[in-house]
């Protein structure tokens, strides 16, 4: 005796087909044969053959229905699809049913992968029976997120990236899209004396960068919010001007030097002649020294006393005090005196302060530069003053200049200064004969 399948009009057509799907679910096949073949076909009989989509495997059809034997139906076995067809001399109507409940299971496992910078992807297809209700918190693009495990690796977080719904009169279809958040990509521009900027595109969430940020921009990726972050950085990849005590940069030049002239001042007493001399020994000379030009940055906008040292530099070579000398010399007798002084530019010198007094009888003379200034008959008493001008650089360091620029503001309204400081290396001695102290 044949069997019917929800009313008296189909009837069983060998065993249904049984599939079973992902999750707990099953898929039902059914073939039936129906009792009019010539005229059930017909558009006014088409609702004794064919079930409303979406209708339960178990329901009774309107017309002649027919409740389901005990054991038979599947929970929640919803229609989805229901075609007809001839076989041979039958008119054969297939039934295909699916587990579709009132809420969302997935169809598989998670499809994965690893295509954006090694973030990971996932896309998640749930299924329910038509009409169910989206979760609220399956669809806040960018704000709503999973923790995905694979295996027993620590969990990734995952945030929404898109969603789509397929609506039919049987289910509705849920794909839901995640993306890892983290670094989309970094690009790095090499700049000049040792600084380089750094463009770094993170996904969702900023991540943690080095150096001072110059900009941080938004924009939206598949969905997803990126943030641009631009940072500076030395070209080892630390911060830029955390401290301004360590040099991004440094290289060799030739700087400009200036040797100071020597002047030596003699003091000579012969019997009772005293002669006092001012000889210019060695002109001051300009030269080309080798140095070292190193670059900072740093918050500081001042220059500090440290910078004079840099490097073991004995201090700022720039001399503000030539040599010079002041003569005096009196008769104690006639009264006669005579004075003379003179700044001596460029020039330096190792001679003393000397005060001398011609003493005995007869006359006394007193010259200056091998020329008689007076006499006396008693005594001559005289006293030269010497200023030695600056130090002799040869044989030190020496800090040439220090520069302080406005380099960069940061996104928090900090300048940031470029500061060089050019130092010498040991000055060389001057030598004869030769074009200069590199040869």
């Known amino acids: 005796m044949a069997i019917s399948h929800r009313t008296n009009r189909l009837k069983l057509v060998g065993t249904p087909a049984v599939e079973q799907l992902q999750n707990g679910r099953y898929q039902l096949t059914i073939n039936c044969t129906t009792m ?49 067809s001839t076989q041979r001399d039958q008119y054969i109507v297939t039934l295909v049913y699916q587990t579709l409940g009132a809420t969302f299971v997935q ?13 990971r992807r996932v896309t998640r297809t749930s299924i329910a ?33 898109s969603y789509q719904v397929d609506d039919t009169d049987s289910y509705r279809e849920f794909e839901r899209t995640y993306i890892q958040a983290g670094t989309l990509s ?60 360590t040099p991004v940069h440094s290289f060799d030049t030739f700087s400009n030097f200036s040797y100071p ?11 009772r002649i005293a002669n ?29 006393s440290s910078d004079y040292k840099y490097d073991s530099a004995s201090g700022l070579w720039s001399p503000n005090d030539w040599g010079s000398f002041k003569l005096y010399a ?32 007869g006359t006394e003379a007193f010259f200056f530069q091998e020329s008689q200034r007076f006499t006396d008959v008693s005594q001559v008493s005289y006293q030269l003053t010497v200023n030695k001008g600056p130090s002799d650089p040869v044989g030190s360091k020496w800090v040439l200049d220090v ?14 200064y470029k500061k060089t400081i050019i130092v010498t290396d040991t000055i060389p001695a001057q030598v004869s004969e030769v074009g200069g102290p590199y040869n």
Not at 40 to 59: C, H, M, Q, T, V
Not at 261 to 271: D, I, P, R, Y
Request: charged share 25%; proline share 2%; hydrophobic share 30%.
């Open 261 to 271: 002239g020597l002047f030596t001042a003699n003091n000579e007493k012969t019997g």
């Open 129 to 161: 029976q038509a009409g169910t209700d989206i979760p609220d918190d399956d669809k806040d693009v960018g704000v709503d997120y999973i923790d995905h495990q694979i295996d027993s690796e620590t969990a990734v977080r995952c945030f929404l990236a």
């Open 186 to 245: 970094v690009s790095t521009k090499n700049l000049s004396e040792g600084v380089k900027q750094v463009t770094t595109v993170f996904l969702v969430t900023e991540g943690t960068t080095v150096g001072p940020v110059t900009s941080r921009s938004t924009n939206n990726f598949q969905g997803l919010k990126t943030i641009t972050v631009t940072t500076m950085q030395d070209k080892n990849g630390n911060p830029l001007g955390t401290d301004g005590t």
């Open 36 to 84: 009019n073949s010539r005229e059930d076909w017909y558009s006014a009989n088409k609702a004794r053959i064919f079930p409303d989509f979406g209708s339960l495997e178990s329901a009774e059809m309107s017309i002649d229905g027919l409740a389901p034997r005990t054991g038979e139906a599947y929970t929640d076995m919803r229609l989805v699809s229901v075609e007809s």
């Open 330 to 361: 009196a008769g104690s007798k006639s009264g006669n005196q005579f004075n003379t002084s003179k700044s001596l530019r460029g020039y330096r010198t190792t001679s003393s302060d000397s005060a001398k007094a011609i003493t005995g009888g």
């Open 107 to 119: 169809v598989k496992d998670d499809t994965i992968d690893l295509e954006l910078n090694g973030l």
């Open 276 to 304: 006092v001399a001012i000889e210019l020994t060695k002109a001051p000379a300009q030269s080309k020294v080798k140095s070292t030009v190193y670059v900072f940055f740093t918050t500081t906008n001042t220059i500090s």
């Open 403 to 416: 520069k302080i620029t406005s380099a960069f503001d940061d996104v928090d309204g900090t300048t940031y």
